[in-house]
């Protein structure tokens, strides 16, 4: 099937309207005044307000939710101020704003969290290191949750979208990719739990959907994303049989009028370190009935391939955001990109240096 859909294509989310289809990829760039958002940060997605949607980076729903120095944080009153000025310069410019939502689970150290054992569904550490207050450290074994701690969690997401809603967000995503803690009960490889949140793939599915329950309790479900990665290697993923678990959860979540799910392809790293599933979109798009976000690696000519071949409705960009504040007028004009500096992509918030390689990525020229 081919349509007439292109990336410069509006679309409806729900009830919001979308200029474009050009979705900016939620990422990480450590610059939060501790946990706090800064106005610097407010500068930096203001810039990009012209994609169709922007998420933005990770955000921790609990202090001991942590995984990295200078993430911001989405629990207290302070964090919510932070966020307004953010969700406040994006609207001002005509842009719509989610919130990434985030746990890391097993991705974490105990000198990022006030001493404690990170928590996860099973013991199992994941393979790698952390940037810590230390220095670089290996990861350590979680602590595997009791399940009787599991509805404090989901608590937590839900007090999360609803703080998210008082900072002027229009809508949240679920960080449900990439190897954390949600993505550590979906797969095998980090759940081996035996009471109802492991073993089978619907017990796995379990606290995904908890949470996504918890959610549109305090938001409507079209202002509600996630996004899966059912192909990444990264942190030590993996499952016995991803087609299968996917196939369950995306079938699942067809229940909950969701505003989208996002779904990341591999990348060259997980292609070279297993035989994943590859290309992911294929294979799960005939399965939901909602609107699906593709990311990995596209460019202004593949993302309107998909397009018009109708297997996403939108296409989210990932590094090419962070070099190019303007996408959407370069993809417009067909002109040159700026590289992206992977020196600088992540940074301090209480660093003078820290505007660099963050807001001063030039615009084209205006003539
Ligand atoms: C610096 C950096 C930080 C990232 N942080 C996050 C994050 O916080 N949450 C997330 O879901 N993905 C994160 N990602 C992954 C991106 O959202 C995206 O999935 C990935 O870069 C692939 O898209 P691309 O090929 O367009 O860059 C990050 C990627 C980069 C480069």
Redesign the pocket.
């Known amino acids: 099937m081919n349509s007439s859909t292109t990336l410069f294509s509006s679309i409806k989310l729900g009830d919001q309207t979308l200029t474009n289809r050009i979705v900016m990829?939620?990422?990480?760039?450590l610059r939060a005044d501790g946990t706090i958002p800064t106005e610097l940060m407010a500068t930096y997605y203001a810039q990009r307000a012209s994609a169709g949607l922007i998420?933005t980076?990770?955000t921790m729903v609990s202090p001991l939710s942590n995984g990295y120095m200078n993430v911001p944080g989405i629990y207290n009153q302070e964090q919510v101020e932070g966020w307004k000025l953010v969700t406040q310069a994006v609207q001002d410019r005509g842009g719509k704003i989610f919130l990434?939502l985030?746990h890391s689970g097993r991705v974490a150290h105990p000198s990022l969290i006030n001493g404690e054992l990170p928590v996860a569904p099973s013991a199992i550490a994941a393979p790698g290191t952390l940037h810590t207050p230390i220095g670089k450290v290996e990861m350590e074994t979680p602590r595997a949750l009791e399940t009787s701690e599991i509805p404090e969690i989901v608590e937590q997401f839900r007090q999360g979208a609803k703080n998210a809603r008082a900072a002027g967000f229009d809508g949240v995503?679920l960080?449900g990719?990439?190897g954390y803690l949600i993505d550590q009960f979906l797969q095998d490889v980090s759940n081996q739990r035996t009471d109802e949140y492991g073993g089978s793939i619907a017990n796995r599915a379990r606290f995904l959907l908890e949470v996504v329950r918890a959610v549109t309790e305090v938001w409507e479900s079209d202002h509600l994303g996630i996004?899966l990665?059912p192909s990444n290697t990264f942190y030590g993923m993996g499952d016995r049989n991803p087609r299968e678990t996917f196939s369950y959860i995306i079938k699942a979540l067809n229940d909950f009028n969701l505003a989208y799910i996002?779904l990341?392809?591999a990348?060259e790293i997980d292609l070279k370190n297993a035989d994943v599933i590859d290309p992911v979109l294929p294979v799960f798009s005939p399965l939901y009935q909602g609107t699906i976000i593709t990311?990995?690696?596209?460019n202004k000519q593949k993302g309107n391939e998909v397009l018009a071949q109708e297997q996403a409705q939108l296409v989210?960009?990932?590094?090419?955001?962070?070099a190019n504040p303007d996408l959407v007028k370069r993809f417009e004009l067909d002109t040159k990109l700026n590289e992206?500096n992977?020196k600088t992509?992540?940074g301090r918030g209480d660093d003078e240096n820290a505007p660099v390689g963050y807001t001063d990525y030039p615009f084209l020229a205006t003539s």
């Not at 990829?25 to 760039?29: G, L």
Request: proline share 11%; with cysteine; glycine share 8%.
């Open positions: 990829s939620p990422m990480t760039r998420i980076e990770c990434q985030w995503e960080h990719a990439f996004k990665s996002h990341m392809e990348s990311n990995g690696g596209y989210s960009y990932g590094r090419p955001y962070i992206p992977p992509f992540y």
